[in-house]
């Protein structure tokens, strides 16, 4: 029957208007992040050893590294500042995957919008003067 | 004696459907195409000179920004050629793993090419059923490498991260819902009268033009042309594999879309067999820290959802490439558009053009 | 129910009462009747057109699985508010090489035909603003008038995407105004009037879409196409030619011929609705409410056409008009004809 395939589509689109949605009502609902979520990035201050192994890992050179030399012999490389530019980072997890130490995580915030840019510039550790 | 003038007009580089900044300069004589011109580059971000200065790890991320429809694809591309280049040898496990989620790049590619193709036709209703489809299949991704559209899942040597528990069981509840879904489109798009007076019988591509041209993938197995680099050169584990390649043999706008829906159920089944033989096994194999690839010169295809994609890559033996060059196949694939659109009425260009289905990021780099 | 269904002739006897108390003369009483009816048509025009764009957007939504406006007011209901109000805040560009007056007058040329229906349909039992005896032949020909300003808006515009989508919307309104008309000869030929009222009175036993379906279906279908509607929206064309007609028009400009679009929607659901589908008769419930119902009903349908198929091409639409509705509009006209007589000789 010509026009036959017209009314099927109408009958799928009469179905859906009476179906559920498949919105996720954003801010009352919350998204379900699953674990390997690549949101913004946490770093441990304790396990880094000041490597910058993740520094030459990035492509974007987002991560700075300050160190002192200290420690008992004096030689030891002591983390002093360590700072992310969030402009730049593209969440790849080069620098994770880098880290022999497991000192840099993703977490599950993704809500990262700033009123100014440099408020994306973030120092994640700087290390308190006595 | 009364002439009617030619009307150029511009499908500017801002322009709901063209598929990305491209610009196409038409002629026109009342509402019929006399010439069409490509005009590209609004999207050229240099990345073949990125690649120059950056090491064979750090340019990973770059390469799932250009087809970003289908970046596994381009991951897999890109390693495999670093991989052959260096003779590292890939755990079998990771190879499965790697085809499973290529091929799962590529139901989602073609499903935005049949969204795309809907809405251009200003369907706008069966663009949102294909894109609610494409949502689950991103989840799934989202689920094994924590990034939707920008993956950067695969490694030199492997891929980053094994599978969680939770993937197999979601992948196969999804693979057992997708074909009632698809039949829905067909419901809605396929079988509509309008929809196949706007798409049969338009642009037809002849299998000599698309050869002479250098037109692969689905535009090219819709003109009756049998050839997949997966069987024509197979690399990964593909000859594992029990697959048919679909072909068309109309060559226009229809079969063109109607190719994309069999070459998902042919990657349905290579999903399928690739789970029931998933094996244990190391994900990443013997790679050094520090990559340094010995001086020398490799080009291998690999086949994404558009086409062929050749990465070529020249090392002078330090830790980064020399000269990388890429070949994206809307590139190529794009550069029969002018011919095919000769004589059709404007809105059958917005129907060919989506039937090519080009992706700027890969036309443009 | 008695009180409902008389609420709006009681409100004129009300006023006629209450003006010759005051020792008003016949003819200013007459005037101030017909003004107020003026200004309650307007203002159903108005209320009517902000329900619907809120009404499209929820269905277009319902039928996408997703809810369509939800933030503002009860399920988004003020969203057309806040859609008004900023678009009455934008600035009123006007292209410096455009034809100035021509594309100054088109948005109100759209909108004044749309607005001129409203005077001769039945609303209600007595509720006819203007009870013209050639009612159906008013609304045609008032209606073709709109054809005009799109190419107003179109040329105006010094734009070739507009000029090319206001050349395409006169070819596509001409062609589909023919089978528009000839579907509902077949009603004017049973009933024998072009009376609106006498039409709806015409119905009482039975409603015309039983006895005319395919001039239904013919109306149904130019009738989409006299809209700019649906799959025929070439004029607006999104995909292909940017906003094809409307291109240039911003703000307020804008908004007029998309509220025409929803007002002439309106007018020709009523004018359906009043012949085949029984005007106001119904059961029960009063009669004007009768009226919006079916008319809503109508206005449903239009919009599931609208967002479930895809375009059709410029030389498809031809074809279809021309070769496929005008001959099967007058094969109905053929066979109307000859079953009156049938039913003539039956002794009916």
């Known amino acids: 029957m010509y026009g036959e395939g017209l009314l099927k589509g109408l009958r799928v689109t009469l179905k859906h208007f009476f179906g559920k949605h498949v919105t996720q009502y954003y801010p009352e609902e919350r998204p379900q992040l699953p674990e390997r ?6 770093f441990i201050p304790e396990k880094c050893i000041a490597c910058g192994l993740c520094q030459s890992a990035c492509p974007n050179r987002v991560i700075t590294l300050k160190t002192e030399k200290g420690g008992e012999d004096g030689k030891k490389k002591i983390l002093t500042e360590y700072g992310m530019d969030f402009r730049y980072c593209m969440f790849c997890g080069l620098c994770i995957e880098a880290c022999p130490k497991d000192a840099l995580i993703f977490t599950q915030e993704f809500e990262l919008a700033t009123y100014h840019p440099e408020d994306a510039c973030r120092v994640l550790y700087r290390k308190q003067v006595e | 004696m009364p002439r009617t003038q030619e009307l150029h007009l511009n499908m500017g580089p801002q322009h709901p459907s063209t598929h990305g900044v491209y610009r196409c300069v038409l002629t026109l004589d009342g509402e019929t195409v006399t010439s069409a011109e490509n005009h590209i580059g609004y999207l050229h971000r240099g990345i073949e000179k990125i690649a120059e200065s950056k090491t064979y790890p750090q340019f990973l991320p770059y390469t799932d920004r250009m087809d970003y429809l289908c970046p596994m694809v381009y991951n897999q591309g890109y390693v495999e050629t670093i991989e052959i ?3 590292v040898e890939v755990p079998v496990r990771a190879e499965y793993i790697r085809v499973i989620m290529a091929e799962l790049s590529r139901i989602t590619s073609h499903l935005v090419m049949v969204a795309t193709m809907a809405i251009d036709l200003s369907s706008s209703t069966g663009w949102m059923y294909c894109l609610r489809e494409r949502e689950k299949i991103l989840d799934l991704i989202e689920m094994v490498c924590g990034s939707r559209l920008t993956v950067s899942y695969m490694r030199i040597g492997g891929v980053s991260e094994d599978l969680p528990d939770e993937f197999i069981p979601g992948l196969r509840k999804f693979i057992g819902e997708l074909p009632a879904y698809l039949d829905e489109v067909h419901e809605l798009l396929t079988g509509n009268e309008i929809f196949q007076a706007r798409t049969k019988g338009i642009g037809i591509l002849p299998p000599d033009m698309a050869i002479a041209y250098g037109v692969t993938g689905p535009n090219l197995r819709a003109s009756g042309v049998a050839y997949d680099v997966r069987r024509a050169q197979p690399y990964s584990v593909y000859d594992h594999f029990n697959f048919e390649i679909p072909v068309r043999f109309n060559g226009d706008s229809l079969d ?5 829906f069999d070459e998902i159920e042919q990657s349905l089944r290579i999903i399928e067999q690739a789970l029931d033989g998933l094996p244990e096994g190391e994900i990443k194999g013997k790679v050094p820290k520090l990559i340094k690839v010995q001086p020398g010169e490799v080009y291998h295809q690999v086949e994404s959802s558009k086409g062929a994609v050749g990465f070529f890559v020249v090392s002078d033996g330090s830790n980064k490439p020399y000269r990388l060059h890429i070949r994206g196949p809307s590139f190529v694939n794009i550069g029969v558009f002018p011919e095919l659109a000769r004589g059709w009425k404007i809105q059958d260009i917005i129907s060919i053009l989506a039937s090519i289905d080009p992706v700027l990021g890969e036309i443009d780099r | 129910m008695e009180l409902l269904e008389n609420l709006f002739t009681n409100i004129a006897g009300w006023t006629r009462t209450l003006l010759s108390g005051w020792s008003v003369s016949y003819s200013m009483i007459e005037l101030v009747i017909l003004f107020l009816g003026i200004i309650a048509i307007l203002g159903l025009i108005v209320l009517d057109a902000l329900i ?12 996408q699985e997703r809810p369509g406006p939800n933030r503002l007011g009860p399920a988004g209901f003020f969203q057309t508010i806040a859609d008004t109000l900023k678009l009455l805040g934008k600035e009123d560009v006007v292209p410096r090489a455009a034809d100035r007056w021509v594309f100054r007058l088109a948005a109100p040329m759209v909108f004044i035909p749309a607005i001129m229906l409203y005077a001769v349909i039945p609303f209600g039992k007595n509720m006819v603003p203007i009870n013209l005896e050639v009612g159906l032949f008013y609304c045609f020909s008032i209606a073709s008038l709109g054809t005009m300003s799109f190419l107003m808006a179109g040329w105006g515009s010094n734009n070739k995407y507009s000029l090319l989508g206001g050349m395409r919307t006169v070819a596509q309104m001409i062609s589909y105004e023919i089978p528009l008309l000839l579907s509902v000869l077949g009603v ?12 709806v009175a015409a119905q009482q036993k039975v409603w015309f879409v039983l006895i005319q379906p395919v001039a239904f279906l013919i109306y149904f279908v130019a009738a989409t196409a006299e809209l700019n509607r649906g799959p025929f929206d070439l004029p607006e064309g999104e995909q292909e030619l940017v906003a094809g007609v409307y291109t240039e028009f911003s703000g307020m400009r804008w908004a007029l011929f998309f509220l025409a679009e929803y007002t002439n929607m309106i007018a020709t659901a009523a004018i359906a609705v009043t012949l085949f589908f029984g005007g106001w008769h119904g059961p029960w419930l009063p009669s004007w409410m009768w009226f919006f119902l079916k008319v809503y ?6 919009m599931l056409v609208k967002w479930t198929f895809p375009r059709i091409r410029v030389d498809h639409l031809m074809h279809f008009g021309w ?17 009156i007589q049938i039913y003539r000789v039956m002794g009916g």
């Open chain 2, 256 to 260: 063109r879309y109607l190719l994309r």
């Open chain 2, 85 to 87: 280049m260096m003779g």
């Open chain 3, 297 to 302: 009903v109508l206005v449903f349908m239009f």
């Open chain 3, 52 to 63: 619907l764009v809120w009404l499209e957007r929820k269905v277009v939504g319902f039928m």
């Open chain 3, 323 to 339: 070769k496929f509705l005008i001959p099967l509009s007058l094969a109905n006209l053929l066979l109307t004809g000859v079953g």
């Open chain 3, 188 to 199: 004017v030929m049973i009933v024998g009037s072009l009376n609106m009222s006498e039409i």
């Open chain 1, 37 to 42: 979520f690549h949101g913004l990035l946490d």
